[in-house]
T-cell receptor, first 116, second 114 residues
Framework: KAGVTQTPRYLIKTRGQQVTLSCSPI?????VSWYQQTPGQGLQFLFE???????NKGNFPGRFSGRQFSNSRSEMNVSTLELGDSALYLC???????????????FGPGTRLTVL | AQSVTQLDSQVPVFEEAPVELRCNYS??????LFWYVQYPNQGLQLLLK??????LVKGINGFEAEFNKSQTSFHLRKPSVHISDTAEYFC????????????FGAGTRLFVKA
């Protein structure tokens, strides 16, 4: 079974631009969660999508948004990029978003975003 | 509100020595607890998880963790480490009150020396 894939793996943008990151979950998984990882703030939860609906949201500004398609693939968008948005963005997929005991989150390798 | 505290930011240890990585959490209700490992330039991999039942949880790569409700701790242990265990380790918690979103600790860098 293929794992979670994220594209692109590396991205360089300049301040003020916008960016879209993509995540393809494991086949059969309906939940996709996004996390931001930085040296200063660590791993922070951005949002979770389940069956095309945002089910949970972290404490990030509205510049961060996402969506999920009917095939469970998810995209994350960051508008008006700031230097502080430089980070590793990880997505994780699971069957039910951790709500059942047998569920496990599987992480992708991440997208490294650098904002200049 | 949920929170996770990993008490050590770095833990250096010699190969074949035992190691304990400490984790304390706060949560008002029953929790799910996790340990993840992250190797350089990779995503996170689940080592083990505690949902309920036995307080001693065994995971992959010879790791185990003990859930202690009274001390709100979930420390990770390995009796004998290898060079290949050098990585960043994250403790995490999720619960119903938090909508099952996963909250991570700051991480502990395990450095195994020859």
């Amino acid at each position: 079974k293929a794992g979670v894939t994220q594209t692109p793996r590396y991205l360089i943008k300049t301040r003020g631009q916008q960016v879209t990151l993509s995540c393809s979950p494991i086949s059969g998984h309906r939940s996709v969660s996004w996390y931001q990882q930085t040296p200063g703030q660590g791993l922070q939860f951005l949002f979770e999508y389940f069956s095309e609906t945002q089910r949970n949201k972290g404490n990030f500004p509205g510049r961060f948004s996402g969506r999920q398609f009917s095939n469970s693939r998810s995209e994350m968008n960051v508008s008006t990029l700031e230097l502080g948005d430089s980070a590793l963005y990880l997505c994780a997929s699971s069957f039910a978003g951790g709500r059942i005991s047998t569920d496990t989150q599987y992480f992708g390798p991440g997208t490294r975003l650098t904002v200049l | 509100a949920q929170s996770v505290t990993q008490l050590d930011s770095q833990v250096p240890v010699f190969e074949e020595a035992p190691v304990e990585l400490r984790c304390n959490y706060s949560s008002s209700v029953s929790v799910y607890l996790f340990w993840y490992v992250q190797y350089p330039n990779q995503g996170l991999q689940l080592l083990l998880k505690y949902l309920s039942g036995s307080t001693l949880v065994k995971g992959i790569n010879g790791f185990e963790a003990e859930f202690n409700k009274s001390q709100t701790s979930f420390h990770l242990r390995k009796p004998s480490v290898h060079i290949s265990d050098t990585a960043e380790y994250f403790c995490a918690v999720s619960d119903l009150a938090g909508g099952f979103k996963t909250i991570f600790g700051a991480g502990t860098r395990l450095f195994v020396k020859a």
